[in-house]
């Protein structure tokens, strides 16, 4: 099992037909002062199984911060594979605070077993901008 696709938006849609619609796609969130507080986010996360792992499975994400320090409750979902495949899933993230600027991240991990660190980058913008 992997994570094949994973990335940041603003906004995201999954439909009947596991198609992605994705608004506002992006890596790094520009702050003027810290900490910061961005209200929203959406994490887009793709897996991809094997036949051999079809079946129930847990994903678990967690934002992060440059220590490894937990910003918000990590997110935690079910989701089922037939015949291998895999699965589309939306992660939406309220009211993230940053206390400081650096690398970031999301943790995945499914069933235990961490699968990728989706990197976020928080940067300080100059006073004069």
């Known amino acids: 099992m992997e994570v094949e696709l994973a ?25 003027r002062k810290f900490p910061a507080r961005h209200p929203r986010l959406v994490a887009v996360i793709q ?8 079946g129930r499975h847990r ?3 967690e934002l992060v911060d440059p220590d490894g320090r937990s910003l918000v409750e990590a997110l935690q979902m079910e989701f089922s594979t037939e015949h291998g495949g895999g699965a589309r899933l939306l992660a939406e993230i309220n009211g993230a605070t940053f ?10 991990a499914i069933d235990g077993h961490h699968c ?11 006073p004069d901008s």
């Open 7 to 31: 990335f940041f938006c603003d906004a995201a849609t999954v439909d009947a037909h596991g198609k992605i619609s994705a608004l506002g796609i992006f890596n790094c969130i520009h702050c």
């Open 47 to 54: 897996v991809k199984t094997h036949r051999s792992e079809s």
């Open 59 to 61: 994903l678990r994400a």
């Open 99 to 108: 206390g400081t600027a650096g690398e970031h991240a999301l943790d995945i």
């Open 116 to 126: 990728k660190s989706l990197p976020l980058t928080i940067a300080e913008l100059p």
